[in-house]
């Protein structure tokens, strides 16, 4: 029997959405879906670009609203797709006002969209733009935990503002790795799946300094909505798992992953 849906509660501290794709969404429109996240006290959403589609769209995205902000940067899914031209786009942008960081980058040797050198030097390539840019990197990385610890270890001098690994869903090695160099992991419905206590595993293993909140929307729905598509408006539930399962106060991890939230990808406020 499926757990009987419950209302998203609305907390008195803002959150950060740290990581949605709001041009993937389908089941309603995209200006009841901002309302309705607003409506939940979501103070800014940042929205991410995969592929050299949409890009552009991303940055349309980041301008219809003064809260909401975007990155630019390749999914190792369309690694393939990069090239010289795609990276001066990338470039040229990274540095833009509503732009805070370059990503989604990484590898993931799960699907084998791509092929995999393709995937590592694109990787690096897209590493080197966060390091000339000075942007953070939102990283994601499936099936691929040695490799993507030896490449960020090449940029470890180099990229000073790190970032996050996000939906992380990879073992404890490369967990610690990560938190060892500074970096966030990112935390989403697959905190609420009943056959997911490896995650939860990661959260209780991760400083809360050092944990961001996200949906990956549409995608990873979260307990008590699953089989819907996910939306931003859903990120409440994220904060009351990570709280729970790491025996904290509600109001400690609403603060602390907005802090870091502010830190990782708006330093400036």
Known sequence: MSKKRREIPVFDHPIIETHCHLDYLKDRPLEDTLEQTRGVNIEKVITIAVSPDNLARVRELSQIAPWIYGTQGIHPHDAEGYSDEVEVEIRAHAGDEKIVAVGEIGLDYFYDNADREIQREVFRRQLQIACDTDRPVVIHSREADDDTIAILGEFEDSLKR??????????????RYALDQGWCLGFNGITTFNKAENVRDIVRMAPIEQILLETDSPFL?????????????????????????????????????????????????
């Open 162 to 175: 790190r970032g996050v690994i996000h939906s992380f869903t990879s073992g404890p090695g490369l967990a």
């Open 221 to 269: 729905t979260p307990v008590p909505y699953r089989g819907r598509e996910n939306a931003p408006f859903y990120l409440p539930f994220v904060a009351e798992k990570i709280a729970e399962v790491k025996a904290l106060p509600l109001d400690e991890v609403i603060g602390m992953t907005y802090q870091n939230s502010l830190r990782t990808f708006f330093p400036g406020e």
